[in-house]
């Protein structure tokens, strides 16, 4: 085993989690089921070479069982980290709670979580929801009991909803979106420095933009990496640049053969907080620039127009309408739906009554009020309004709060 090199930040309570975080999302499929010698191939290389920290989810169709049986059948459970997820959108009771918990560690073939997080929290209002049906008394008992041990939650909307959370409990991890192209959206790099800040580690999701910063990369910022001084692949790039940040504790790469696991932890174990130059920021920078010159809105997501009094999210909007030109109308419609639509309150474009607050502010002079008009039709066709309206209805129906 040669796990020499892999580099490791600690957590709050002091353990040591490798850089290098097994994203366990996507695996391999054989005809309906995942590929479960290709997985234990993967997996055991990156265990090999360093890695402990394997991210799962209950919604990660067959993640959780796959893993469970490959951990258990190699006798490595005590020796990673399992962090997985409660389903909080399912949860409309206190009962559910300990349903989907036990459903997970059955799953996973053990009597414990080392890492158990909120899912897909995208406000405030979500966590209020689980509060209301008993989970702080839940996590209390879980931790005693030592079945949880650290608990957090995992984020998708805007920075201001990430900090509310963030400072409502007493968190021992979060896990949010961020990559050198999206510093300034969902959580964002306020979001990273005010959990470090903290003392609680930050698990980075989409350091490629779901493989966009590699696959969909324009030719000419292909060129711009390429004539730079360093070797790097784009992926490298992508990763490179966020271990370079101390804030940042474990990236998350889910991993699809055992060349890239290999290739992500020679990465890994070679790439020291700070260890970027100047010259490596100006590359990216330029990256950067190439990429926005396929966007529709040149909004940098710098918040100046923030707040909006009827609470339209003038970057989260702008953001996704420009997804659909640089990746697909249909990412672009996703996200707009999952980060703008899916939030307690939403952030539509038509509730904003036109006072022009938003453009006095803006540094890039952007017609705010006529983009976020045409934003808003081309992200929110009619049959996704209907959908919008639909998942709304079920993600936010009142909760129970008894306790049976
Ligand atoms: S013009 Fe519209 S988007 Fe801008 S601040 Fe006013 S209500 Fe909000
Ligand atoms: S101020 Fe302008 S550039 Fe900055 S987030 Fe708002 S719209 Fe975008």
Same mark, same amino acid.
């Given at each position: 085993?040669?796990?020499?090199?892999?580099?490791?930040?600690?957590?709050?309570?002091?353990?040591?989690?490798?850089?290098?975080?097994?994203?366990?999302?996507?695996?391999?499929?054989?005809?309906? $089921?995942? *590929?479960?010698?290709?997985?234990?191939?993967?997996?055991?290389?990156?265990?090999?070479?360093?890695? $402990?920290?394997?991210?799962?989810?209950?919604?990660?169709?067959?993640?959780?069982?796959?893993?469970?049986?490959?951990?258990?059948?190699?006798?490595?459970?005590?020796?990673?980290?399992?962090?997985?997820?409660?389903?909080?959108?399912?949860?409309?009771?206190?009962?559910?709670?300990?349903?989907?918990?036990?459903?997970?560690?059955?799953?996973?073939?053990?009597?414990?979580?080392?890492?158990?997080?909120?899912?897909?929290?995208?406000?405030?209002?979500?966590?209020?929801?689980?509060?209301?049906?008993?989970?702080?008394?839940?996590?209390?008992?879980?931790?005693?009991?030592?079945?949880?041990? $650290?608990?957090?939650?995992?984020?998708?909307?805007?920075?201001?909803?990430?900090?509310?959370?963030?400072? *409502?409990?007493?968190?021992?991890?979060?896990?949010?979106?961020? &990559?050198?192209?999206?510093?300034?959206?969902?959580?964002? =790099?306020?979001?990273?420095?005010?959990?470090?800040?903290?003392?609680?580690? =930050?698990?980075?999701?989409?350091?490629?933009?779901?493989?966009?910063?590699?696959?969909?990369?324009?030719?000419?910022?292909?060129?711009?990496?390429?004539?730079?001084?360093?070797?790097?692949?784009?992926?490298?790039?992508?990763?490179?640049?966020?271990?370079?940040?101390?804030?940042?504790?474990?990236?998350?790469?889910?991993?699809?053969?055992?060349?890239?696991?290999?290739?992500?932890?020679?990465?890994?174990?070679?790439?020291?907080?700070?260890?970027?130059?100047?010259?490596?920021?100006?590359?990216?920078?330029?990256?950067?620039?190439?990429?926005?010159?396929?966007?529709? =809105?040149?909004?940098?997501?710098?918040?100046?127009?923030?707040?909006?009094?009827?609470?339209?999210?003038?970057?989260?909007?702008?953001?996704?309408? &420009?997804?659909?030109?640089?990746?697909?109308?249909?990412?672009?419609?996703?996200?707009?739906?999952?980060?703008?639509?899916?939030?307690?309150?939403?952030?539509?474009?038509?509730?904003?009554?036109?006072?022009?607050?938003?453009?006095?502010?803006?540094?890039?002079?952007?017609?705010?009020?006529?983009?976020?008009?045409?934003? *808003?039709?081309?992200?929110?066709?009619?049959?996704?309004?209907?959908?919008?309206?639909?998942?709304?209805?079920?993600?936010?129906?009142?909760?129970?709060?008894?306790?049976?």
């Amino acid at each position: 085993m040669n796990n020499s090199e892999m580099q490791y930040r600690q957590d709050k309570h002091g353990n040591r989690l490798s850089i290098l975080g097994f994203g366990c999302m996507r695996f391999l499929k054989k005809g309906n $089921n995942i *590929d479960l010698e290709e997985a234990e191939r993967e997996i055991m290389e990156a265990y090999n070479a360093g890695v $402990n920290y394997f991210d799962t989810a209950y919604v990660y169709s067959g993640s959780e069982a796959a893993i469970g049986e490959i951990f258990e059948k190699n006798g490595i459970r005590d020796k990673i980290n399992i962090a997985t997820k409660l389903p909080q959108y399912l949860v409309s009771n206190n009962a559910a709670l300990d349903r989907y918990f036990n459903e997970e560690l059955s799953r996973l073939r053990t009597d414990h979580i080392d890492y158990y997080l909120m899912h897909h929290l995208t406000d405030i209002a979500m966590w209020e929801k689980l509060k209301n049906v008993g989970v702080l008394d839940w996590i209390k008992e879980k931790k005693a009991s030592g079945q949880i041990r $650290n608990i957090g939650f995992s984020y998708h909307g805007t920075t201001d909803g990430f900090l509310k959370i963030l400072n *409502d409990y007493d968190w021992d991890i979060c896990q949010i979106q961020y &990559n050198y192209f999206d510093v300034n959206t969902q959580a964002g =790099v306020d979001g990273l420095k005010a959990a470090a800040a903290k003392g609680i580690p =930050v698990v980075i999701m989409e350091p490629l933009r779901g493989g966009k910063l590699v696959n969909m990369l324009p030719e000419s910022a292909k060129k711009i990496m390429k004539e730079s001084e360093r070797d790097w692949s784009p992926a490298e790039w992508g990763l490179r640049w966020l271990y370079d940040q101390p804030e940042v504790t474990v990236v998350l790469s889910g991993m699809n053969s055992v060349e890239m696991v290999r290739e992500n932890c020679r990465t890994a174990s070679t790439a020291p907080a700070g260890h970027f130059t100047e010259s490596d920021h100006k590359t990216l920078s330029e990256v950067t620039k190439k990429i926005r010159e396929l966007e529709k =809105v040149g909004c940098t997501g710098c918040r100046y127009c923030m707040p909006c009094p009827k609470g339209v999210d003038i970057p989260g909007a702008f953001r996704c309408y &420009n997804a659909m030109y640089i990746e697909s109308k249909s990412d672009g419609r996703f996200q707009y739906a999952q980060t703008v639509g899916l939030t307690r309150e939403p952030g539509f474009p038509d509730q904003c009554i036109k006072c022009g607050k938003c453009e006095q502010h803006c540094p890039q002079n952007i017609p705010i009020r006529e983009k976020l008009k045409e934003a *808003d039709k081309a992200l929110r066709p009619l049959p996704y309004k209907i959908g919008i309206n639909i998942a709304r209805k079920f993600m936010f129906r009142k909760s129970s709060s008894s306790k049976s």
